[in-house]
């Protein structure tokens, strides 16, 4: 039953091994009346009925506590901005048939999509009263945010080319990574391990950088490099407390994503006195996770609104919005 076929079908399908063909986008929006199973407004907005066993009493109850919940959280705010944003963006890609090809605009174009997906679960699990898994996520926004300012930093150099090319390349690389991973220790086919190499050695060749750290085609060791290079590279001071803010709480996202003991302990939404293990959901403690991704989400929107000529002025002043009120719940004396 557990043969290699089966092994790798597995890694292929867990991987989305695939090699991506030129051809048109195609975008499917959340919102397109074709796309969604349920409309994602109406889920926040409605609520979920948690528990159909309970009495109707103890349901009045909890969907008292949800809809205050929300309201205090301003979701409904947020997945409107979301919601239109992906709505405008799906319109867009669909009425200009743009074609996939290794540009700067296509990576625009995922990191997008993606960033509209992780907001709506970061949504989800707030609105289900969990802020650490909320954190976590949000953390992968701030990554987004800080990719999208290095290309913007370099996008008037002569050879901005090349990290876009490189950028497009690291994904042939990682995915042979992944084929190699599994020839090796799942199939424990050295001959086939051996081949992916010498894919993997071919593909290096034709890169502009060298190394082989995650963030080898930006030319950086690490993901640090790039951070320290976009809090450089504006001279305002303000600006740079404000991206070394929002790095502070993607630290604290790592801490409540990966093993380690104080991950294990921290709990955003308990009181500062409590020793121990609770479980329940929050009501509180959502600021930190909706302040990082309302903001990194806030900047990947511009980017792409300018790049592709969207008018983005109202969700910017909504986002600036929520970001002064999260901020206030976060920080009262600011």
């Known amino acids: 039953m557990y043969g290699q076929e089966y092994y790798l079908v597995i890694c292929q399908k867990l991987s989305q091994l695939v090699r991506i063909e030129i051809g048109y986008i195609e975008y499917v929006g959340s919102c397109s009346a074709t796309s969604h199973f349920f409309d994602f407004s109406i889920l ?35 997945v409107n901005v979301v919601d239109e944003f992906d709505d405008c963006l799906y319109k867009k890609i669909s009425e200009a048939g743009v074609k996939y090809a290794h540009d700067y605009r296509n990576i625009l174009f995922f990191m997008t999509g993606k960033s509209i997906v992780t907001m709506k679960e970061i949504m989800c699990l707030i609105q289900c009263g969990y802020p650490d898994g909320a954190l976590s996520l949000a953390r992968n926004l701030y990554e987004q945010f800080i990719l999208s300012s290095f290309f913007e930093i370099h996008k008037k150099d ?11 390349l690291d994904y042939e690389i990682q995915r ?8 090796e220790f799942v199939q424990m086919d050295l001959e086939e391990k051996n081949r992916i190499e010498q894919d993997i050695a071919k593909l290096r060749t034709a890169a502009h950088h060298t190394g082989k750290q ?20 504006q001279p305002d001071v303000a600006y740079k407390k404000h991206v070394a803010m929002n790095h502070l709480i993607y630290k604290r ?17 308990n009181e500062p006195e409590f020793v121990g293990i609770d479980n329940r959901q929050h009501q509180n403690g959502h600021e930190a996770p909706l302040l990082l991704a309302t903001q990194s989400f806030l900047f990947v929107l511009s980017i792409v609104c300018d790049e592709f000529e969207i008018d983005a002025h109202n969700w910017r002043e909504r986002l600036l919005d929520l970001l002064n009120y999260y901020t206030g719940i976060l920080n009262p004396n600011c």
């Not at 979920?48 to 949800?66: A, F, P, T, V």
């Not at 990966?258 to 302990?265: D, K, P, Q």
């Open 44 to 78: 926040i907005k409605e609520m979920i009925d948690i528990s159909s066993i309970l009495k109707e009493r103890k349901n009045m109850e909890i969907n008292s506590q949800n809809s205050e919940h929300i309201k205090k959280w301003r979701l409904i705010d947020l």
């Open 253 to 269: 996202a790592c801490m409540a994503l990966h093993v380690s003991s104080a991950g294990n302990m921290l709990r955003l939404g």
């Open 214 to 233: 995650d963030y080898w085609w930006a030319g950086k060791k690490s993901f640090k490099e790039v951070v320290d290079e976009v809090i450089s590279s």
């Open 158 to 168: 002569e050879d901005f080319q090349e990290y876009v090319d490189d950028f497009w």
């Open 176 to 183: 042979n990574k992944i084929l190699k991973y599994a020839a």
